[in-house]
């Protein structure tokens, strides 16, 4: 039984710092101590999509290195948990969110008004 299930943006190996603009995610099921992850790619960026395909994905929580404040609100709608301001190797991040060491930043996207970022 999956316990979470994870989404980190990618650019490389690291947690992209623009949402948005990714092509490629990083899904990650965390059941106990195990980790599994594959990658998906990004439907592309069109406001209010990503956080529907996530959420069809099964996704319970998404790390970004930051997002526009109408994405995060989309997908708390929907019941996933939004942590920002990460940085660095995702798989670093996802097991450092597993342990409840994952240090939560300020968004790196800094955008106003209804940018779905």
Do not use: N, W
Request: hydrophobic share 35%; net charge negative; with cysteine.
């Amino acid at each position: 039984m999956i316990i979470l299930r994870i989404a980190v943006p990618l650019d490389g190996d690291q947690v992209s710092q623009h949402f948005g603009h990714v092509t490629v995610f990083a899904i990650y099921d965390i059941d106990g101590d195990s980790i599994s992850s594959r990658q998906i790619p990004s439907p592309g960026h069109e406001p209010g999509k990503l956080p529907v395909f996530l959420h069809g994905e099964g996704v319970t929580c998404v790390i970004a290195g930051g997002m526009g404040p109408r994405a995060v609100e989309l997908f708390c709608d929907r019941g996933i948990d939004v942590i920002m301001g990460v940085s660095g190797s995702a798989d670093d991040a996802v097991r450092a969110y597993r342990d409840g060491t994952l240090t939560q930043g300020e968004s790196t996207c800094h955008h106003t008004g209804d940018e779905s970022h």
